[in-house]
Every structure is written in structure tokens, then in C-alpha cells.
């Protein structure tokens, strides 16, 4: 179906999504903005552009009214119809996706800091494969069972169950939250104290702006967690680098470097990307040091579940005394990433700034997701769920290092790993990056400690346990199945081998 009104041509098509007199509206309006129809253009009568175009009369005259009632077009009694003459001179014309770069406003200071986050890790598409950090194992995630409460809450949906919800999320799910960590963290909180938000980013990027003006000092583990260090700079914060040794951060070196820290961001259980443990004397020492100098610790908690022989350590929050330590975690490990689920655990007294904050954000997440994950919680699958995949990750482990020292023995050594999803490897010499870009070649994604360092030339100092970050590799095994873990590992011998030819020649 098509019609010329003057120069433009008009094209309608029944298959189309839109209604014909959605379409015809679009186009005229369209060639209003273009300037293809200019102002105080007469257009056909309603009854001759029906007629043009095949169509019924009501099409034609509901696409009028429309583009009248926005002011596009007028009607002029006895004389017809006409595009409106008060369009300015200059009006804004579409722009085309293919016309090159736009013309808006530059992006705020803060978007700019925003924008320059890198992605935190390397990944090629597709499904997990070797060595993906920071996947759990979704192969085998009892998907079944999941559905089956989706499917019954579906069912029990009611009319208020779709009504906003609560901003600190659903008090089954805080309770729920409450009662797992004060069993298996060695804290005690209430289901009050516990914020669900959209993973523990949102958490750390709600917490990071409610705690933090531009310009203060946050200290960031170094080597330290890509995300943490987003939200802080997007937050405005000066980040200060403080290293890690095999006790965990080294509390005195940060004090050394930096002026008095605001906040601490810190991953006392499992700290990544290192692994180690922070021992109790340097927690410690780090609550004392907050307290002099009226610091908030932000501690991430986010795979400590998964430990192989090693003995849990309370949390810092479980030991605090100033209720100074915000406690942020996650089920991205424990369950799913996609699953976009954490939580926060403050103190009585700042619920109420962070209920505002996440009123001010996305409101809550989905109600219905959470309720899936209380009950999950509450039927016992959780803790069933978490005892399994403790067995099934200490394979996972023991595949990596055996594999590591079948094919990779000489080039290769991998830390001892206690608890998490990922190993840390030094290489016997050569560089990492090189041998990270080898091994993304051969389809094998392994992260170079360098991509968690903020000053990868001096992090390591006065340190015992991190190696040169040129030399350290990241090998997450959490998501690889074991058969993948030994291809995985032959094809990172090839890439090692490769990388020291090059750095050879
Ligand atoms: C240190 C650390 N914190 C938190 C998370 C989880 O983040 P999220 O809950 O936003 O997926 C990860 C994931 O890899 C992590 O490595």
C-alpha cells in the first residue's frame, strides 16, 4: 500500500507490528521532522489518502487527529490541511543510527568515572569453560528443583503479591539471610539489619555513595576485587592501594601510604584475588586502627562457604564492637550470578538511609525472585545444596592441581587452595599477560594478577606472600568441569610455551 503526499511517499504494510494508522502517522510525522514536508505544506484530505492508499477512512483520520493533536498538522476550515507553521525553523530532525557521532551534552564528571570502569574479567562467549573465574558450577545447579518453586509461587500469586514491594527487601528473605549468617558466619544479626540488593555491586555501589564524599580516602586491597574499586570510583572516592601478605592486608603499609582512610574495603575470608585468610590478630588490628581513625570496613563475604579442610574464621562483623562493619554478600556463588541477588548487613541505626537510598535506586528486586530464595533457604536446600557443591568443588580443586602438575609441572606452580572457586599460579618465569593473550587464543580464559592491581609495578612490596603480579595467573575451576580442567590444562601448557618462545625471540 503506498501514496505520495507531495514529495514523500508513503508506505504502509499490513504485516507490520504497528496498526496501519500507527504507520501512517509515523511517516508523516517522520517527514514533518526530516523537513521533507515543510511548514505550511497542504496535505491530501483524509478521504482522498485512504482512497491513495487502499486503506479504510477512520485509518486516515485517526493518524489526523493525532499528528493535530500533537501540534504537527492543522486544519484550516474551508482550505484543508496543513502542516503546522509555527515549527521552528530549526527543528530537531531525526537522527539516523548510521549518521555518525551525536550531539548531546558531554557526560557528567561522575559518568565519566563511571565510564572508564573496565570489564572485570575476560571472557569468551558462550558457556563457562576453562578457567573461568568467578562462575560457580551451573552444570550441575539442581535447575529442576528451582523451577518447581517458581512455578508453585507463580501459582500462588495473588493481586497484592504484584503491588510494589519493601525497598529492604521481602522480610522472609531478610530473616532467611539472618538466621544462615548468624549459624555459618559466626555473627549475629536480625533479619532488620539485613538490605536485599542486586547482587552484592548494587551493595557495594549503594554503600560506597551513602558512606563516601568525592574525594575521600578508600583503601582497596591490592591485589584487589575489580568491582569494589568501580563503585568507590564511581563514588568519587581516592583510592589508596594497600598490599596483601598471607595474613591479609597488611594493616601498617596502609597506614604508611595513605592519609586516614574513610572506608576499608576488605576480603577477610577469602581475599581476592589472592586467597588467603585474614588471620584474627590482623582483623584485629583493623578494627583498633578503624576505631582510632573512625573508619567504615566494608567486608565482602562472597565465597566463603566453600572451604576444603580450612577452619572458618568468624567474620570481622561477628567481632566488631563499633558496628563499623558493614557485611556485604552474595548469592552469585552459592547459587547463580544471573540470579543478581545479595545483601547487606548495617547497623540498626543506618536502615533507614539505606531503605531511602535503595527507594532512590531500583526500589527492590523482584519480589518474586526473592521469595524463590527464602524458600530455597527455608526448605533446607540451601544447606543441602551448599554440602554438595563443597564435594563437588574439592574435586574440581584436585582435578586443577593435578592437571596443573601433569601439564604445566615445570612452567607452573599453583598455591594451596583452601577455600573458593579459583586457584593462584606463579609462573616459573616469563610474563603473565603474554601468556594470558596465548592461552584467550587457544580458547582458554586465564587472568593475569596484573588486571587486579591498581599499581601492578610495586604492589608486591614488603610483602611475603604475592608474587610479581607479572608473574601470577588467576585459574577459576568453580564453573569447569574436571574433563575440561585436564583440556584446559593442556592447552595452557601450549600457550605457556608459546609465550616463552616470544618472549625468546
Ligand atoms: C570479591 C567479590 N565480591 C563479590 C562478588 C559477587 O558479586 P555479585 O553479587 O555482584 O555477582 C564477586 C564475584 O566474582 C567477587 O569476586
Given amino acids: 500500500m503506498k501514496a505520495s503526499i507531495g514529495p514523500l511517499l508513503v508506505r504502509l504494510d499490513p504485516a507490520e507490528r504497528d496498526p496501519l494508522q500507527v504507520q501512517l502517522y509515523t511517516s508523516i510525522r517522520g517527514a514533518i521532522l526530516d523537513g521533507v ?97 568467578g562462575t560457580p558450577a551451573l552444570d550441575v545447579f539442581p535447575r529442576r528443583r528451582w523451577s518447581r518453586i517458581i512455578t508453585r509461587l507463580r501459582r500462588m500469586q495473588t493481586e497484592a503479591s504484584l503491588d510494589y514491594g519493601p525497598a529492604l527487601g521481602l522480610p522472609r528473605l531478610r530473616d532467611a539471610i539472618a538466621a544462615h549468617v548468624s549459624r555459618a558466619r559466626g555473627t549475629s544479626c536480625s533479619g532488620d539489619q539485613v538490605v536485599v540488593t542486586a547482587g552484592a555491586q548494587q551493595a557495594l555501589d549503594l554503600i560506597s555513595r551513602l558512606l563516601l564524599d568525592p574525594g575521600d580516602v578508600a583503601w582497596l586491597e591490592e591485589p584487589g576485587y575489580p568491582g569494589a574499586r568501580a563503585a568507590l570510583a564511581a563514588a568519587g572516592a581516592d583510592i589508596h592501594p594497600v598490599p596483601v601478605d598471607e595474613h591479609g592486608v597488611v594493616v601498617p603499609a596502609g597506614v604508611a601510604a595513605a592519609a586516614r582512610p574513610r572506608l576499608a574495603y576488605v576480603t577477610p575470608s577469602h581475599q581476592f584475588p589472592l586467597g588467603v585468610q585474614m588471620t584474627l590478630a590482623r582483623r584485629l588490628s583493623l578494627l583498633t586502627l578503624a576505631r582510632e581513625l573512625d573508619t567504615w570496613i566494608v567486608e565482602d563475604d562472597y565465597d566463603s562457604e566453600f572451604r576444603y579442610g580450612a577452619q572458618p574464621v568468624p567474620c570481622l562483623h561477628g567481632i566488631d564492637a563499633d ?181 625468546a625471540t
Fill in 37 to 133: 514536508l515543510t511548514p505550511g505544506a497542504k496535505l491530501p484530505s483524509s478521504r482522498e489518502l485512504a482512497t491513495d492508499l487502499g486503506v479504510s477512512r477512520t485509518t486516515a483520520v485517526l493518524a489526523f487527529d493525532r499528528l493535530a493533536a500533537e501540534g504537527y498538522i492543522e486544519a484550516r476550515a474551508g482550505s484543508g490541511t496543513f502542516v503546522t507553521l509555527e515549527l521552528p525553523d530549526e527543528r530537531p530532525r531525526r537522527m539516523r543510527a548510521d549518521e555518525g557521532p551525536s550531539r548531546h551534552p558531554a557526560l557528567s564528571a561522575r559518568g565519566q568515572l563511571l565510564a572508564l570502569s573496565p570489564p572485570t574479567v575476560i571472557k569468551i562467549e558462550g558457556p563457562p569453560r576453562a578457567f573461568r573465574i
Fill in 323 to 503: 558496628g563499623r562493619v558493614i557485611y556485604v554478600g552474595s548469592f552469585s556463588k552459592t547459587l547463580f550470578p544471573a540470579l543478581r541477588i545479595g545483601y547487606l548487613i548495617v547497623p540498626a541505626d543506618l536502615v533507614d538511609a539505606v531503605r531511602a537510598a535503595r527507594r532512590a535506586t531500583d526500589i527492590h528486586v523482584p519480589t518474586l525472585d526473592q521469595a524463590v530464595v527464602a524458600e530455597f533457604i527455608e526448605a533446607g536446600d540451601y544447606e543441602r545444596h551448599l554440602r554438595r557443591m563443597r564435594q563437588e568443588y574439592r574435586g574440581r580443586r584436585d582435578a586443577l592441581l593435578a592437571a596443573a602438575q601433569r601439564h604445566c609441572g615445570g612452567g607452573l606452580s599453583v598455591r594451596p587452595v583452601a577455600t573458593g572457586l579459583h586457584a593462584v599460579a606463579d609462573l616459573c618465569d616469563g610474563d603473565a599477560a603474554a601468556v594470558s593473550h596465548e592461552a584467550l587464543a587457544r580458547g582458554v580464559e586465564v587472568m593475569p594478577l596484573s588486571a587486579y592491581c591498581q599499581a601492578p609495578g610495586d604492589s608486591a612490596a614488603g610483602t611475603s606472600q604475592a608474587p610479581p603480579p607479572h608473574r601470577g595467573l588467576v585459574l577459576g575451576f568453580g564453573a569447569v568441569r574436571p574433563e575440561s580442567i585436564e583440556d584446559g590444562m593442556k592447552s595452557l601448557a601450549v600457550a605457556l610455551d608459546r609465550a616463552r618462545r616470544i618472549s
